[in-house]
């Protein structure tokens, strides 16, 4: 099977997202990684490496587009960016099984919808990072994430629907769906929840356990959790800028007195599991649910390791053979008009 | 100054909340606390407590209303509960100043909303929590929380008015207001917020700082957030869930090992330190911005100290003399009709 990787996307593209590439190579056997963007950018920086070259291939496309750039504009005007070029391939040629890019998210979205393609039955693809919980055995997919900031019903039905296949992909039996709402009480939510709540309620195909509060996400009580992508990515950045509060405020009370110091260095590697258990962007990359392979963006910040990490996400995601699924979930639910 | 208590709302009422005004009393001057609820109970557990008897009152109200029962139901079919009672005595008597409860929110919505009434010229009015942010000396309001699940775009700009209104109350030059959103640059939103941007970007007495996302509630670069009463809940209990779940990781973490059960010991003050600095709930309510006294909704599980700290915030609130304010603040829009 073979991953493409856009190497020209993120803050540290390209060297970072070629020495991820690579890691994952050097780490797990069963895949190729096909590096898409400058060719001779990338034949430099393949130089520092030990690899085995029949695992690397490069694809060349000499444009980028950046994240200042408007995204459908820039999908539009530059066919020749390593992101034109990475959904071309992936659409039209079958060994090519999915796409990791830690570039413009608006970009990767345009791109994925316009040059790849939604899966059949699809209304609208939703953003999909896969979270943490207080749990370790836990995970949580939480979508819509951004992608689509107004939605109507048949979107969030849908989503429930598409976690639900790619969670049953993974060997979770009967995953549980929540609707994320303001309150936990069946009759709370706004206008398009109100409407949502009664479908999931009824669906047959989808273990619906109701509404959930923002401070339920992570509590491990569901596998999915549906949501508009403007409220998602609301509650997914309101988590991350929490997270990142309380442990600013632990960093300066550990500096806040001689006893606390003693603290901080007994804890030290006890706060390095903790962050590594929170930092779930390190993991891997939010799933592009909905179209017709899988595309993973990673955050813009990407690290080497986050790729290598996000190059395996694509691996397993690939093997989940999952188009056909979502289609089959999808035909479960068709709106009344 | 007399401040309103309802006696008999929240989990831990009434000795709690009995406890809570008693020690407020014990603790301030300058204010008398009027409990409100069954006079019998009350005087029974008033005599635990020694106290300034002249600073103390009761106002007998029989009945209660739960969690459980329909916020309008409720409000109307029990005149005689403390809620109703207190709303009412609130807007005849001009010597009762301000009405904190830890009732049932709903129930405290909907009876300040008919009951109270409205100040003039607001649309709706707004909860407004004021939460802690990473630097000590800033708070940040962020409103609405829950109030309206759906609003349009009068409601946000009356949100930015009124919180602009209520942070000059305190002394805040120039308060910094911003729209919650699903990116910081202006276009990013959706369609509601669409609207609104450009009409806060434009509008007259505040000062209008952009778009930011979750991540940046708590950092301290803006002084009022505003969002439809969804995404606000979202966001506020995103991150009341994410904090609990850090704090619940570094307690399995310092259980862990001997070496971290040392580091936990040495940095037990600075753990206390950090959750009296992110337990935002038990230094006040939530004020419902926008009717005609101060609201001021504190948590469901609200402890004596809780209640304590809410009644001198409904103290300071009662003394800004807000009303008159706000309708000159709103004057400053008139949606084009």
Redesign the interface.
């Known amino acids: 099977m073979k991953i493409l990787v856009d190497a020209f996307g993120g803050d540290n593209s390209p060297v970072q997202i070629i020495q991820g590439a690579i890691d994952a190579v050097n780490a797990r056997d069963g895949f190729t990684v096909v590096l898409v963007g400058k060719e001779d950018v990338i034949k430099e920086e393949l130089k520092k490496y030990k690899f085995d070259a029949s695992r690397v291939e490069i694809i060349h496309a000499p444009e980028v587009i950046t994240c200042e750039e408007e995204p459908t504009v820039a999908i539009r005007k530059k066919p020749d960016s390593s992101l034109c070029v990475a959904f071309k391939e992936l659409k039209e040629n079958d060994e090519m099984k999915a796409f990791v890019s830690a570039g413009s998210t608006g970009a990767v979205l345009v791109g994925a919808t316009l040059k790849l393609g939604r899966i059949k039955g699809v209304n609208r693809p939703a953003l999909c990072p896969t979270l943490p919980?207080?749990d370790d055995n836990q995970k949580v997919y939480l979508l819509d994430c951004?992608a689509n900031?107004?939605c109507k019903p048949i979107n969030l039905v849908q989503f429930a629907l598409m976690g639900t296949a790619y969670a049953e992909a993974q060997g979770i039996e009967n995953p549980r769906v929540a609707l994320?709402?303001?309150?936990t009480e069946d009759e709370?939510?706004?206008?398009l929840?109100h409407e949502v709540f009664p479908i999931l309620k009824n669906l047959k195909g989808i273990n619906f356990v109701g509404n959930i509060?923002?401070?339920?996400?992570?509590?491990g009580k569901q596998d999915i959790v549906v949501?508009?992508?403007?409220?998602g990515?609301?509650?997914?950045?309101?988590?991350?800028?929490?997270?990142?509060?309380?442990?600013?405020?632990?960093k300066q009370?550990?500096y806040?007195?001689t006893?606390?110091k003693?603290?901080?260095?007994?804890?030290k590697?006890?706060?390095g599991?903790?962050r590594n258990?929170?930092d779930y962007q390190n993991k891997g990359g939010a799933l592009f649910i909905g179209v017709n392979k899988p595309v993973i963006k990673a955050h813009g910040s990407s690290t080497a390791e986050t790729i290598m990490n996000t190059v395996f996400q694509a691996v397993d995601y690939a093997g989940f053979n999952i188009a056909d699924k979502i289609t089959e979930k999808l035909a479960l639910y068709t709106p009344e008009v």
């Not at 509060?213 to 509590?219: C, K, S």
């Open positions: 919980t207080a951004g900031a107004d994320l709402s303001n309150g709370k939510g706004n206008m929840n509060e923002g401070r339920d996400i992570l509590n949501t508009d992508g403007f409220a990515n609301i509650a997914l950045k309101s988590i991350e800028g929490a997270v990142g509060v309380v442990m600013k405020i632990i009370g550990i806040s007195s006893k606390a003693i603290g901080g260095l007994f804890l590697d006890t706060f599991t903790i258990k929170l």
